[in-house]
């Protein structure tokens, strides 16, 4: 009798096993949902929508987009990280997500590289070293003289404490021994707003904003933070190029990541499908033209690269003094 049901115990672990197998096999066979941290209209919602149609068309799956905002994306995250670990719940995150916020929140209810799998890279975002059109300063090494003349007179503005429009410039004022006063308010509207008015004089935004008012006129735009020009603003040198911080490389990015266990075949089959409309050249056009680089990294290849990129975003969150709880 006993060897009867250990017989039958193993035939339905064995039937399971190909169920489960089975399932993996036809994935996608139902929608999925893109989660995003933040309000609808933003830069993350931009690429999420840019994504979403080719992603359906290479899955052969509906593919929605789902607004959890909240808490500098923190509520986003733990929809997603108690999600079931099943490929069709994921994660479009930027960097304050995924390596800012844990060096900031000192109780943050999740840790990347535990609760999450990640799944692709699929953008980077360099932001650009703007002034208001009245300081005295049209080059990167000018402004720095003229900041290093009038201590703690230049002002600069943020999103808010602890995002990457705050740390850039605490790294850059690092770089370059600066002292500059930091200006928090609640999001970037306000802070440009007030940039352009000469309320403060300084500030780290993102490409788009920034490329289409430095045409006008409104800011100039010193640098840009990446290693390489941005195409978005030709003419306006990287900070390595101006000798002003040596190795200067700080850009933001996106990727998706899904809850963690999600099964490899899984994971493999979504990064390979975020590989296929990357490589499309309208999508990568149409990307570049929001201001971030196509920039892929499959599932292996982005693990390691949020690992070697959390001890630097930890390091420049400890020295501007920023937590938040």
Known sequence: MKTLKTLLAVSLIGLGCLHSAAAQGTFPNKPLRIVVGFPAGGPLDQHARLLTDRLQAVLGQPVT??????????????????????????????????????????KLPYSTLKDFVPIARTAMQPLALLVNPNVKAQTLPEFVSYAKANPGKVNYGSAGNGGISHLV????????GLFMVHIPYRGSAPAFTDLMAGQVQFMAESIPQAAQ??????????????????????????VIETKMAKDFDVVGFYGFLAPAGTPKPVVDKLSDAFK???????VRNRMISQGADPAFLGADDFAKFLGSEMPKWATAVQKSGAKLD
Do not use: C
């Not at 410039?169 to 370059?176: D, G, H, L, N, R």
């Not at 006008?216 to 978005?232: D, H, I, M, P, W």
């Not at 296929?276 to 309208?282: E, F, G, H, T």
């Open 65 to 106: 987009v789902d607004y959890k905002s909240g808490a500098g994306g923190i509520v986003g995250a733990q929809d997603v990280m108690k999600s079931p670990a099943d490929g069709y719940t994921l994660m479009l995150a930027n960097t304050g997500v995924m390596v800012i916020n844990p060096g900031l929140y000192s």
């Open 169 to 176: 410039p605490e790294m850059f004022k690092s770089a370059t």
């Open 213 to 238: 008012y430095h045409k006008q006129g409104k800011v100039r735009a010193l640098a840009v933070t990446s290693r390489e020009r941005n195409s978005a603003l030709p003419d306006v040198p990287t």
């Open 276 to 282: 296929q409309v990357l490589s499309q050249s309208d």
